[in-house]
């Protein structure tokens, strides 16, 4: 679809045009899964956090005022509705061998990496996701989290320290960041 | 392990993840249903309004009603015990409930919903015996304020679905709706009756309705072909309540020509049941294009289901719109049972009539290549009067004998049949067969 078309889609869509809403969702559909899919374990789970996410931004579409932040929006309210189906569903927890005697984590370097991504509290679990999962640069996740790129950068860091204590000997070494900006 | 290894093996696991990650059928299915089934924005928008000026409104009335009461604390407790619940509405919260009035209760057993069927499981007890023969009911439905039925002035004892009298003053039914227009994953359920078994009333219903997900997924992706077409046939999707998938049908330049049928559908199981279809679909000649099939669940003891091409043709109708009257001279019997023609599509066999205290009961069965339509047929009493048939668990069409029934007849009275010329159907050869994922 040419940035045009999109353009008049999306104007069509805020006038309340089904036709020229359902041709933008289409074309968003295969990146929508892709989003679900990094942030839920299911097909099913996607499914519905998708069908959500449409029925939201159908009923939100007159309130959109600028065209060009009509799929960020939609990602941001696809974000959203993973988060509820997430926390609907039971965590994954750890086996309890994984902990160490007298609570003291235990080195385990067969540790499963999404087991411990799973582990992590939010918001740092999402911006795990986004980046490595989904493969976003730090301004969009922080265009669609709404927060600022230096948080992005400070989540993942934070993140990443964690993930290397579980995993790992020790602490993430250092304050080099190694996320594309 | 350090920031680098750590940085490396989160990319090198999201490398993993993302590889062929194409949206399934599954998802983009949901897709279209959803797009499929957006209301009408405007008019959501209208029902906002007025459902906020609604509650404003009712705030305001309890707020007054509130600081009244808090001032006679003794009297509200007296007025609330002697408040009687007559055509009240009740909200629901997937118990059954009940609402009274003319003495006529109304129970909603249960409401089951699988993102295209919504079925009602309701109970009427009356204090009377019911009168079927003349008892009309007036129904409106609504989904999230949007009326999804409405049958104010049916002239059935039931204007939707099936049902049975188990007792002279209980019937018991089910309310069947597609919801082919709006289909939300959850919403909320108005029903509400203003005539009931014939007597006029309100009995209403407001309860939350949430999508069963319930459902196996066939990846059937068939394709059947000979002379006269190819059949194509998507995933199919299974529910306790519905059979869907999406078909496409091509006519090539076979014996049968694509200008003068329309290519329909017959979905069989493997104990010569019929699935009703909820919105027939056919198809003719030109460029094919992909449909979708909507019909009933396959029963539960069924193991197989064949898909079958069948040609009609769309004019039959016009040159055989009359009726067929049939006069019972004799008592029939399975050896010698009473033949009801049909035009082309073949002929009823009426075995026997049996008089009974309280009703008349026929049985037989169709003969003939459409036996979905075959089964329609009325009785005419000795003044040419239709007779009414008593509210009966509609069987699923098909070859195997059946019964209707009738109200209480006297043995001697004439009777006569009517039936009408019937499409016939005509098989070109395409089929397939698919097990029923369980």
């Known amino acids: 679809m040419t940035e045009l078309a999109w353009d008049t889609d999306v104007r069509l869509a805020a006038d309340g045009d089904r036709e020229a809403f359902a041709r933008l969702v289409r074309a968003m559909s295969g990146e929508m899964y892709r ?5 839920l374990h299911s097909d099913a789970d996607c499914a519905d956090a998708i069908q959500e996410a449409i029925l939201q931004a159908y009923r939100g579409m007159g309130k959109l005022r600028e065209p060009a932040f009509f799929k960020t929006w939609c990602m941001r309210i696809l974000i959203r509705e993973c988060g509820r189906i997430k926390r609907r569903v039971l965590p994954v927890a750890l086996p309890q061998a994984y902990e160490g005697e007298a609570g003291r984590p235990q080195r385990m370097p067969d540790l499963d990496l999404q087991a411990a991504v799973e582990r992590l509290e939010e918001p740092l679990q999402t911006t795990v996701r986004l980046h490595y999962w989904a493969d976003l640069p730090l301004e969009r996740i922080a265009e669609l989290t709404e927060v600022p790129a230096g948080t992005v950068k400070s989540r993942l860091h934070r993140a ?6 579980w995993l790992g000997e020790g602490d993430e070494e250092g304050d080099v960041g190694y996320e594309r900006c | 392990m350090n920031a680098a290894d750590m940085n490396d093996m989160l990319r090198l696991a999201g490398q993993e993840r993302r590889a062929g990650a194409e949206a399934p059928p599954l998802v983009l299915s949901r897709i279209e249903e959803t797009l499929q089934s957006l209301p009408d924005r405007r008019g959501m ?39 009687s619940v007559v055509g009240a509405a009740l909200r629901g919260e997937g118990k059954a409930m009940s609402v009274t009035d003319h003495g006529i209760k109304l129970t909603i057993e249960q409401v089951k919903y699988d993102g295209l069927i919504l079925a009602v499981d309701y109970r009427i007890r009356s204090q009377h015996p019911i009168d079927w023969q003349t008892g009309t009911s007036s129904l409106v439905m609504r989904a999230d304020g949007m009326e999804i039925i409405s049958m104010r002035d049916a002239n059935t004892f039931f204007p939707i679905g099936t049902g049975k009298l188990t007792k002279p003053n209980i019937y018991e039914g089910t309310l069947l709706v597609p919801m082919t227009s709006y289909r939300p994953p959850e919403f909320k359920l108005d029903i509400s009756f203003t005539k009931l078994t014939g007597a006029f009333g309100a009995w209403s219903f407001k309860l939350p309705v949430k999508m069963d997900r319930t459902a196996s997924t066939l990846d059937s992706n068939k394709r059947v072909y000979n002379s ?55 198809t003719s000649g030109g460029e094919a294009a992909e449909y979708p099939v909507y019909a009933q669940a396959v029963p539960k003891d069924a193991r197989q289901l064949t898909i079958k091409v069948a040609y009609i043709d769309p004019n039959y109708w016009k040159n055989h719109d009359r009726e067929i009257r049939t006069v019972m001279t004799e008592a029939p019997t ?45 009785v005419l009493d000795e003044k040419g009067v239709y007779l009414p048939w008593m509210p009966q668990i509609e069987e699923m069409p098909g070859l195997a004998e059946r019964t209707r029934t009738l109200g209480p007849l006297d043995p001697g009275a004439p009777l006569t049949f009517v039936t009408q010329p019937t499409v016939p159907f005509l098989y070109p050869g395409l089929e397939t067969v698919v097990d029923i994922p369980r």
């Open chain 1, 35 to 39: 989003m679900a899919r990094t942030l």
């Open chain 1, 160 to 165: 990443r320290k964690q993930l290397a204590a």
């Open chain 2, 45 to 83: 928008q209208r029902l906002a309004r007025r459902r906020r000026f609604g509650y404003v409104a009712a705030s305001l009335v309890l707020i007054v009603l509130a600081l009244t009461m808090a001032a006679r604390l003794p009297w509200v407790a007296d007025g609330l015990n002697r408040l």
């Open chain 2, 228 to 282: 006269e077409g190819l059949l194509e046939i998507g995933d199919m999707t299974f529910t306790p309540l519905s059979t869907r998938f999406k078909f496409k049908y091509t006519f090539s330049s076979g014996q049968t020509s694509p200008s003068k049928y329309l290519a329909i559908l017959q979905l069989v199981d493997d104990k010569d049941r019929i699935l009703r279809m909820f919105a027939p679909i056919s």
């Open chain 2, 334 to 378: 399975k050896a010698h049972p009473l033949k009801l023609p049909q035009g082309e599509a073949g002929y009823i066999e009426i075995s026997d009539v049996r008089y009974l205290a309280d009703r008349t009961v026929i049985r037989y069965r169709t003969v003939g290549s459409n036996p979905g339509d075959q089964l329609n047929f009325g």
